[in-house]
């Protein structure tokens, strides 16, 4: 496989001829298999999501590299789907790109040709050249907001030969000017609907029910939520002392299970009274 840099070095010709050739040394993401079939790390961030969980990395037994089949995620807005993709491939150890879909309407996530000024390799092959690794996952958020028109080509169209085992082994990109093994790259989507997705794509992809959290989960979630905001408004994450019964009851008064976004709204809140509280003491 060529993998040619996003703009070549001064002297170089675009044809794919000069563009060295790297992919005999380019390794796949290699997980750690010592861990049980269901990560901890996972579960306790997703509680809620413990079938997903347990479906996705079954999906990887017996694989000596981190390659995941086709994935939707499909489920409500607010419910994590797109922090869940993130954090499985940081458990994962494999390098991700996330893109996101809203507007997309041409095929220039399979590579335009070098012959336009605007012409780039596949985004596939850039993951790769970009994390020197051949097995990337490319996390298409929002799936189902991808345009239909035809005008520069389809997304949807793109998607389903790189999906393909067959034609992903020796995808041709218009840039690169040769055919490449784009074979182990890995794509996980989001959607909120399934229906704007076409069914030849549809078949080609496992689709998993992605829940959102119950009430249940608010004493697993709340505490996590909690240590994250401080941590991001530049607070050691120790400030977030666990949380006292009568929290818990105000949070729950709020928030009965149901979006994420929505809890971490009320927990946000939960920290500026804190916060006022110390101040006034």
């Known amino acids: ?13 675009s044809s794919a001829k000069t563009w060295p050739k790297t992919s005999a040394n380019i390794p796949t993401a290699c997980p ?42 499909l489920g409500e807005p607010g419910g994590g789907k797109s922090e869940f993709a993130k954090r499985l491939s940081k458990e994962l150890g494999a390098p991700f790109e996330v893109i996101s879909c809203g507007g997309s309407s041409d095929s220039a996530i399979g590579g335009t040709a070098s012959r336009w000024s605007s012409g780039e390799p596949s985004l596939a092959i850039m993951a790769v050249r970009r994390h020197r690794c051949a097995g990337p996952i490319i996390i298409l958020d929002e799936i189902d907001k991808i345009g239909t028109s035809r005008n520069n080509g389809n997304v949807h169209d793109v998607l389903i030969g790189l999906y393909e085992p067959v034609t992903s082994r020796c995808w041709h990109d218009p840039y690169v000017q040769a055919s490449c093994d784009l074979s182990h790259v890995s794509w996980l989507m989001t959607t909120n609907s399934i229906e704007p997705i076409p069914g030849a794509l549809r078949d080609r992809c496992q689709t998993l029910r992605f829940p959102y959290p119950e009430a ?49 709204r009320v927990v946000e809140g939960l920290r500026k009274a804190r916060e006022q509280a110390r101040q006034q003491q």
């Open 32 to 73: 750690d298999y010592s861990r049980s079939a269901s990560d901890p790390g996972l579960i306790a961030e997703f509680p809620y999501a413990l079938a997903v969980i347990d479906n996705v990395l079954e999906g990887l037994d017996g694989r000596t590299n981190v390659y995941l089949s086709p994935i939707i995620l």
């Open 216 to 264: 249940d989960h608010l004493s697993l979630l709340a505490p996590r939520i909690l240590a994250r905001r401080y941590l991001q408004t530049g607070y050691d994450p120790r400030w977030a002392t666990p949380l006292e019964g009568f929290e818990l009851d105000a949070l729950a008064k709020v928030w009965a299970g149901g979006s994420i976004r929505k809890l971490e």
């Open 1 to 13: 496989m060529c993998l040619p840099p996003r703009s070549c070095p001064e002297g170089w010709s």
